[in-house]
């Protein structure tokens, strides 16, 4: 009897191998970004092996979108309806950690998913953030625990958001008792307990160039930039297609200029308002209410500011990451003054945390910009550093 060589050494996990390679290649490069050949490249098989095992990339994007969800829901279906919150953060955690590096695709990348596919996935982290509810709920007799589990979720999911290198136990045990912080926190809408702040005014499109940026922010967060064309920018500024050229010499250049707007806003917000702040304990509650306050007020700006920066050319996204970096440098010194049993890359990644569930919890309040609202995601911010 004779035997297939290729068959002999193929591995049996060879879909899930697939599964891994591409959720890696598409969290840290986007989905349009991403080819099949850079996948199938990551698993050391043809495009044409790749092909055999799904038909075209939206099939592996999608599939990829459900496998993480999916282990949640398995390793949360598999705990005792009794489990308290820490075992319940505990397990999601491990999983979270463990497969850090697909994880990023689900924070902007899953808006590429077709309707039908989306909205299956959301009914599935629903009852994630159900059982964490759950969870709260017996624990802790405050209201609000939908918002503090949502983002004691996003504190955890903050892991696929960066690339702080930590070894996985101590990463987990930081995480959880990021998210237990959050889930103990009590943000009482309208409270009025965060800092006081302000924001620089948003910048008043007095040129063609301005203008353009403007129409352009708000298509690229509906639509994504890749499906936006210079033909609608033109059209929504009352311009030909051509005459955008004259102002960027293509679309990359508006995306460029976008993010780096929403860095120059979030800096000039943070020098404004720590101007005379001595205490750093009252310097971590001024970032937290600031970045807050920014992001409520400037939700398109920094929703495609971050979602887009991984399809950019290395070149074009130092200076974005540098100004980044700089911004998270301030955190890391204040709350290392505060809490001095941490060390410096434990310190970077609960500020991560905390941009985690700026966003998770921004979400769950669709992004209403109330002082309540504002007030109640700072006091979670500050819970998840672990501070009281």
């Not at 799904?54 to 592996?60: D, G, I, T």
């Not at 996003?154 to 136990?169: D, K, Y």
């Not at 500024?237 to 707007?261: E, F, M, T, W």
């Not at 996204?317 to 440098?329: C, F, N, S, T």
């Given at each position: 009897?004779?035997?297939?060589?290729?068959?002999?050494?193929?591995?049996?996990?060879?879909?899930?191998?697939?599964?891994?390679?591409?959720?890696?290649?598409?969290?840290?490069?986007?989905?349009?970004?991403?080819?099949?050949?850079?996948?199938?490249?990551?698993?050391?098989?043809?495009?044409?092996?790749?092909?055999?095992?799904?038909?075209?990339?939206?099939?592996?994007?999608?599939?990829?979108?459900?496998?993480?969800?999916?282990?949640?829901?398995?390793?949360?279906?598999?705990?005792?309806?009794?489990?308290?919150?820490?075992?319940?953060l505990g397990a999601v955690t491990r999983v979270a950690v463990t497969h850090r590096a697909a994880g990023g695709?689900?924070?902007?990348?899953?808006?590429?998913?077709?309707?039908?596919?989306?909205?299956?996935?959301?009914?599935?982290?629903?009852?994630?953030?159900?059982?964490?509810?759950?969870?709260?709920?017996?624990?802790?007799?405050?209201?609000?625990?939908?918002?503090?589990?949502?983002?004691?979720?996003?504190?955890?999911?903050?892991?696929?958001?960066?690339?702080?290198?930590?070894?996985?136990?101590?990463?987990?045990?930081?995480?959880?008792?990021?998210?237990?912080?959050?889930?103990?926190?009590?943000?009482?809408?309208?409270?009025?307990?965060?800092?006081?702040?302000?924001?620089?005014?948003?910048?008043?499109?007095?040129?063609?160039?301005?203008?353009?940026?403007?129409?352009?922010?708000?298509?690229?967060?509906?639509?994504?930039?890749?499906?936006?064309?210079?033909?609608?920018?033109?059209?929504?500024?009352?311009?030909?297609?051509?005459?955008?050229?004259?102002?960027?010499?293509?679309?990359?250049?508006?995306?460029?200029?976008?993010?780096?707007?929403?860095?120059?806003?979030?800096?000039?917000?943070?020098?404004?308002?720590?101007?005379?702040?001595?205490?750093?304990?009252?310097?971590?509650?001024?970032?937290?209410?600031?970045?807050?306050?920014?992001?409520?007020?400037?939700?398109?700006?920094?929703?495609?500011?971050?979602?887009?920066?991984?399809?950019?050319?290395?070149?074009?996204?130092?200076?974005?990451?540098?100004?980044?970096?700089?911004?998270?440098?301030?955190?890391?010194?204040?709350?290392?003054?505060?809490?001095?049993?941490?060390?410096?890359?434990?310190?970077?990644v609960l500020v991560h945390a905390g941009f985690g569930v700026v966003v998770e919890a921004g979400r769950r309040?669709?992004?209403?910009?109330?002082?309540?609202?504002?007030?109640?995601?700072?006091?979670?911010?500050?819970?998840?550093?672990?501070?009281?």
């Amino acid at each position: 009897m004779s035997i297939d060589p290729i068959a002999a050494t193929r591995p049996r996990n060879r879909r899930q191998l697939i599964i891994e390679a591409a959720g890696r290649v598409f969290s840290e490069r986007g989905y349009h970004a991403a080819s099949m050949e850079e996948i199938s490249a990551g698993v050391g098989i043809s495009a044409a092996a790749l092909y055999r095992h799904f038909p075209n990339k939206y099939a592996l994007f999608a599939e990829c979108a459900n496998v993480l969800v999916d282990r949640l829901v398995a390793v949360l279906d598999e705990l005792p309806g009794s489990a308290d919150p820490a075992r319940v953060l505990g397990a999601v955690t491990r999983v979270a950690v463990t497969h850090r590096a697909a994880g990023g695709l689900y924070r902007w990348e899953a808006r590429y998913l077709e309707h039908a596919d989306r909205r299956l996935l959301r009914a599935k982290f629903a009852r994630v953030v159900g059982r964490v509810t759950e969870a709260l709920e017996r624990e802790h007799a405050e209201p609000g625990a939908e918002l503090r589990a949502a983002a004691a979720l996003g504190a955890i999911g903050s892991i696929s958001m960066h690339h702080v290198s930590i070894a996985q136990r101590r990463v987990e045990s930081l995480l959880v008792a990021s998210a237990l912080g959050v889930a103990g926190a009590t943000p009482a809408p309208g409270a009025g307990g965060a800092a006081r702040v302000e924001l620089p005014a948003q910048p008043v499109p007095r040129t063609r160039r301005a203008e353009i940026l403007a129409a352009a922010v708000p298509l690229f967060a509906r639509d994504g930039f890749v499906k936006v064309t210079n033909g609608q920018i033109a059209e929504a500024v009352g311009l030909a297609p051509s005459a955008i050229y004259r102002h960027y010499p293509n679309k990359v250049d508006i995306l460029v200029a976008a993010c780096l707007q929403a860095a120059g806003l979030l800096a000039q917000a943070v020098d404004r308002n720590l101007g005379e702040v001595t205490e750093p304990r009252d310097a971590l509650e001024v970032l937290a209410a600031t970045y807050v306050a920014y992001s409520f007020e400037h939700t398109e700006l920094t929703s495609v500011a971050e979602a887009e920066v991984v399809g950019l050319r290395d070149d074009l996204r130092q200076p974005l990451i540098r100004a980044q970096r700089e911004h998270i440098a301030v955190w890391e010194q204040q709350l290392l003054l505060v809490r001095p049993e941490l060390d410096p890359r434990q310190a970077r990644v609960l500020v991560h945390a905390g941009f985690g569930v700026v966003v998770e919890a921004g979400r769950r309040l669709h992004w209403e910009d109330t002082p309540g609202h504002r007030d109640a995601v700072a006091a979670l911010v500050l819970g998840a550093l672990g501070l009281p």
